[in-house]
Nanobody
């Protein structure tokens, strides 16, 4: 079982990155996928998630209108398109797979599998 997060890097404020979360070793279709991030000295926080059952999406308030989550289940991959990046978006971004109910997906404890994280650094 593996989740592989990729796509992080260094970008200037206002720039864009696309993160990818590729899954293998389990039935990806059964899971909701969430993106979390952890900035230095801060707790991990939820950023966005997508439901497999109906495609519902969720965005944390600070990323609404800038980030877009999408899925390509044929490739077992979920993407997080991040536009108009800000220095406060700097963090390690993690993707997770959850069998939990939609109402619980904000809770990182409800995730069954995690990727290793990818670092996003936004310079001012």
């Amino acid at each position: 079982v593996q989740l592989q997060a990729s796509g992080g890097g260094l970008v200037q404020a206002g720039g864009s990155l696309r993160l990818a979360c590729a899954a293998s070793g389990f039935i990806f279709d059964d899971y909701a996928i969430g993106w979390f991030r952890q900035a230095p000295g801060k707790e991990r926080e939820g950023v966005s998630c997508i439901s497999r059952s109906d495609g519902s999406t969720y965005y944390e308030d600070s990323v609404k209108g800038r980030f877009t989550i999408s899925s390509d289940y044929a490739k077992n991959t979920v993407y997080l398109q991040m536009n108009t990046l800000k220095p406060e978006d700097t963090a390690v971004y993690y993707c997770g797979a959850s069998l939990g109910a939609w109402s619980t997906l904000h809770d990182q404890n409800m995730y069954n599998y995690w990727g290793q994280g990818t670092l996003v650094t936004v310079s001012s």
